[in-house]
Protein backbone atom coordinates (compact mmCIF):
# COMPACT_ATOMS: atom_id res chain seq x y z
CA UNK A 1 0.00 0.00 0.00
CA UNK A 2 1.19 3.38 -0.40
CA UNK A 3 1.78 5.75 2.04
CA UNK A 4 -1.05 7.97 1.72
CA UNK A 5 -3.25 5.27 2.23
CA UNK A 6 -1.31 3.93 5.32
CA UNK A 7 -2.12 7.14 7.04
CA UNK A 8 -5.88 7.01 6.19
CA UNK A 9 -6.70 3.16 6.21
CA UNK A 10 -6.02 0.56 8.78
CA UNK A 11 -4.19 -2.36 6.88
CA UNK A 12 -5.98 -5.29 8.84
CA UNK A 13 -9.43 -3.83 8.49
CA UNK A 14 -8.83 -3.02 5.03
CA UNK A 15 -7.81 -6.95 4.32
CA UNK A 16 -10.32 -8.17 6.07
CA UNK A 17 -12.77 -6.23 3.70
CA UNK A 18 -11.67 -6.92 0.46
CA UNK A 19 -11.18 -10.58 1.68
CA UNK A 20 -15.00 -10.43 2.21
CA UNK A 21 -15.40 -9.03 -1.41
CA UNK A 22 -13.19 -11.51 -3.23
CA UNK A 23 -15.93 -14.15 -1.52
CA UNK A 24 -18.18 -12.39 -4.30
CA UNK A 25 -20.69 -9.29 -4.55
CA UNK A 26 -22.29 -7.68 -0.94
CA UNK A 27 -25.53 -6.37 -1.25
CA UNK A 28 -25.48 -3.82 1.61
CA UNK A 29 -22.88 -2.06 3.99
CA UNK A 30 -24.82 -3.76 6.89
CA UNK A 31 -23.93 -7.27 5.90
CA UNK A 32 -20.26 -5.99 5.45
CA UNK A 33 -20.32 -4.55 9.13
CA UNK A 34 -21.91 -7.74 10.02
CA UNK A 35 -19.05 -10.09 8.40
CA UNK A 36 -16.83 -7.82 9.94
CA UNK A 37 -17.93 -7.37 13.43
CA UNK A 38 -17.53 -3.58 12.93
CA UNK A 39 -19.05 -0.30 13.41
CA UNK A 40 -21.50 0.55 10.18
CA UNK A 41 -20.12 3.98 9.87
CA UNK A 42 -16.67 2.31 9.67
CA UNK A 43 -17.09 0.18 6.70
CA UNK A 44 -18.90 3.06 4.91
CA UNK A 45 -15.98 4.74 5.69
CA UNK A 46 -13.62 2.42 4.12
CA UNK A 47 -15.99 1.32 1.26
CA UNK A 48 -15.70 5.35 0.17
CA UNK A 49 -12.09 4.99 0.15
CA UNK A 50 -11.46 1.80 -1.47
CA UNK A 51 -13.91 2.71 -4.26
CA UNK A 52 -12.37 5.98 -4.97
CA UNK A 53 -8.33 3.80 -4.45
CA UNK A 54 -10.34 2.00 -7.43
CA UNK A 55 -10.34 -1.44 -5.38
CA UNK A 56 -14.21 -1.56 -5.00
CA UNK A 57 -16.78 -0.90 -7.54
CA UNK A 58 -20.21 -0.12 -6.68
CA UNK A 59 -22.99 -1.09 -8.68
CA UNK A 60 -26.34 0.03 -8.52
CA UNK A 61 -29.43 -1.64 -8.67
CA UNK A 62 -33.22 -0.88 -8.88
CA UNK A 63 -35.03 0.11 -5.27
CA UNK A 64 -31.61 2.50 -4.31
CA UNK A 65 -30.00 -0.59 -3.56
CA UNK A 66 -26.29 -1.49 -4.68
CA UNK A 67 -23.83 -4.58 -4.70
CA UNK A 68 -20.26 -3.84 -3.78
CA UNK A 69 -17.56 -5.55 -5.97
CA UNK A 70 -13.82 -6.59 -5.77
CA UNK A 71 -12.14 -4.76 -8.93
CA UNK A 72 -8.78 -6.52 -10.85
CA UNK A 73 -6.99 -3.63 -9.17
CA UNK A 74 -8.45 -4.43 -5.60
CA UNK A 75 -7.53 -8.12 -6.15
CA UNK A 76 -3.83 -7.00 -6.36
CA UNK A 77 -4.26 -4.69 -3.03
CA UNK A 78 -5.68 -7.83 -1.22
CA UNK A 79 -2.52 -9.95 -2.78
CA UNK A 80 0.10 -7.56 -0.92
CA UNK A 81 -1.99 -7.46 2.22
CA UNK A 82 -2.24 -10.67 2.23
CA UNK A 83 2.09 -11.21 1.86
CA UNK A 84 1.83 -8.16 4.30
CA UNK A 85 0.46 -10.22 6.64
CA UNK A 86 2.02 -13.50 6.27
CA UNK A 87 4.12 -12.77 8.85
CA UNK A 88 1.77 -14.35 11.65
CA UNK A 89 0.95 -17.62 9.30
CA UNK A 90 3.40 -19.27 12.00
CA UNK A 91 1.22 -18.16 14.79
CA UNK A 92 -2.43 -18.92 13.05
CA UNK A 93 -1.31 -22.44 11.47
CA UNK A 94 -0.33 -24.16 14.30
CA UNK A 95 -3.65 -23.05 16.30
CA UNK A 96 -5.79 -24.20 13.27
CA UNK A 97 -3.79 -27.49 13.07
CA UNK A 98 -4.64 -28.40 16.92
CA UNK A 99 -8.26 -27.68 16.48
CA UNK A 100 -8.08 -30.31 13.70
CA UNK A 101 -5.83 -33.02 15.59
CA UNK A 102 -8.19 -32.87 18.81
CA UNK A 103 -11.18 -33.53 16.68
CA UNK A 104 -9.41 -36.49 14.09
CA UNK A 105 -8.10 -38.05 17.50
CA UNK A 106 -12.26 -38.01 18.60
CA UNK A 107 -12.70 -39.88 15.21
CA UNK A 108 -10.01 -42.45 16.09
CA UNK A 109 -11.65 -42.52 19.71
CA UNK A 110 -14.89 -43.18 17.68
CA UNK A 111 -13.26 -45.81 15.77
CA UNK A 112 -14.29 -44.25 12.82
CA UNK A 113 -11.42 -44.78 9.53
CA UNK A 114 -13.05 -43.02 6.67
CA UNK A 115 -14.54 -38.86 6.63
CA UNK A 116 -15.43 -36.83 4.10
CA UNK A 117 -13.57 -33.12 4.49
CA UNK A 118 -16.73 -30.27 3.72
CA UNK A 119 -15.73 -27.18 2.87
CA UNK A 120 -12.36 -26.08 0.07
CA UNK A 121 -10.56 -22.98 1.15
CA UNK A 122 -7.07 -21.84 3.12
CA UNK A 123 -8.13 -24.58 5.86
CA UNK A 124 -8.65 -27.52 4.03
CA UNK A 125 -5.01 -28.63 4.08
CA UNK A 126 -4.73 -28.41 7.35
CA UNK A 127 -7.50 -30.85 8.10
CA UNK A 128 -6.46 -33.03 4.94
CA UNK A 129 -3.06 -33.06 7.26
CA UNK A 130 -4.55 -33.74 10.54
CA UNK A 131 -6.66 -36.33 9.20
CA UNK A 132 -3.50 -38.12 7.59
CA UNK A 133 -1.72 -37.75 11.04
CA UNK A 134 -4.29 -39.72 12.09
CA UNK A 135 -4.42 -42.34 9.79
CA UNK A 136 -7.88 -41.58 9.29
CA UNK A 137 -8.37 -42.18 5.02
CA UNK A 138 -10.47 -39.02 2.97
CA UNK A 139 -13.38 -40.50 1.47
CA UNK A 140 -14.27 -37.70 -0.41
CA UNK A 141 -14.29 -33.93 -0.99
CA UNK A 142 -17.37 -32.01 -1.05
CA UNK A 143 -18.24 -28.36 -1.12
CA UNK A 144 -21.04 -25.87 -2.24
CA UNK A 145 -19.22 -23.80 -4.99
CA UNK A 146 -16.47 -25.69 -6.01
CA UNK A 147 -18.02 -28.57 -7.53
CA UNK A 148 -15.40 -29.70 -9.91
CA UNK A 149 -12.17 -28.78 -8.99
CA UNK A 150 -9.73 -30.83 -7.22
CA UNK A 151 -8.14 -30.76 -3.41
CA UNK A 152 -5.02 -32.86 -3.37
CA UNK A 153 -5.44 -34.88 -6.67
CA UNK A 154 -9.25 -35.40 -5.53
CA UNK A 155 -12.27 -34.32 -6.91
CA UNK A 156 -14.38 -32.00 -5.06
CA UNK A 157 -17.97 -32.84 -5.46
CA UNK A 158 -21.30 -31.31 -4.50
CA UNK A 159 -22.98 -31.89 -0.97
CA UNK A 160 -26.12 -33.51 -2.85
CA UNK A 161 -24.10 -35.58 -4.86
CA UNK A 162 -21.58 -36.58 -1.82
CA UNK A 163 -24.83 -37.35 0.21
CA UNK A 164 -25.52 -40.03 -2.57
CA UNK A 165 -22.62 -41.83 -2.52
CA UNK A 166 -23.33 -42.50 1.09
CA UNK A 167 -23.25 -41.20 4.90
CA UNK A 168 -20.34 -40.25 6.07
CA UNK A 169 -18.57 -38.70 9.10
CA UNK A 170 -17.98 -35.02 7.92
CA UNK A 171 -15.45 -32.76 9.40
CA UNK A 172 -15.87 -29.20 7.88
CA UNK A 173 -12.96 -28.17 6.03
CA UNK A 174 -13.80 -24.53 5.73
CA UNK A 175 -13.05 -22.03 8.11
CA UNK A 176 -14.83 -18.71 6.71
CA UNK A 177 -18.32 -20.71 5.77
CA UNK A 178 -18.41 -23.10 8.38
CA UNK A 179 -21.45 -22.25 9.39
CA UNK A 180 -23.25 -22.18 5.98
CA UNK A 181 -21.89 -25.25 5.19
CA UNK A 182 -22.63 -26.73 8.90
CA UNK A 183 -26.80 -26.00 8.25
CA UNK A 184 -26.40 -26.97 4.35
CA UNK A 185 -25.24 -30.28 5.54
CA UNK A 186 -28.36 -30.47 8.06
CA UNK A 187 -30.77 -29.38 5.26
CA UNK A 188 -29.78 -32.21 3.34
CA UNK A 189 -30.97 -34.93 6.47
CA UNK A 190 -27.00 -34.98 7.96
CA UNK A 191 -26.99 -36.44 11.28
CA UNK A 192 -25.53 -33.50 13.22
CA UNK A 193 -23.96 -35.98 15.42
CA UNK A 194 -22.14 -37.05 12.47
CA UNK A 195 -20.63 -33.86 11.66
CA UNK A 196 -17.50 -32.27 13.59
CA UNK A 197 -16.15 -28.83 13.06
CA UNK A 198 -14.07 -26.30 15.33
CA UNK A 199 -16.14 -24.78 17.68
CA UNK A 200 -14.96 -21.32 17.17
CA UNK A 201 -16.05 -21.73 13.31
CA UNK A 202 -19.20 -21.63 13.60
CA UNK A 203 -20.83 -18.25 13.99
CA UNK A 204 -24.08 -19.45 16.77
CA UNK A 205 -22.17 -21.65 19.13
Known amino acids: MNKTTTASLDDY ?20 ARRLDSALGLVNN ?37 LLHSRYLDRVIPVVLHEYRQLCRQFKDEGVERVALCGIDGCAELAW ?12 VMDMDASGETLMGREVVS ?30 GTDP ?9 LENR
Open 129 to 140: LALHEAGIEVAL
Open 13 to 32: TLFRLLCELEQGPVCSQREL
Open 46 to 82: YLKAAVVKGWVRVKELSGNRCTYHLTAKGAAELRQLA
Open 159 to 188: LARAMLSGMYKVLISSRNRADILYHALLDL
Open 193 to 201: MSIKVPVLF
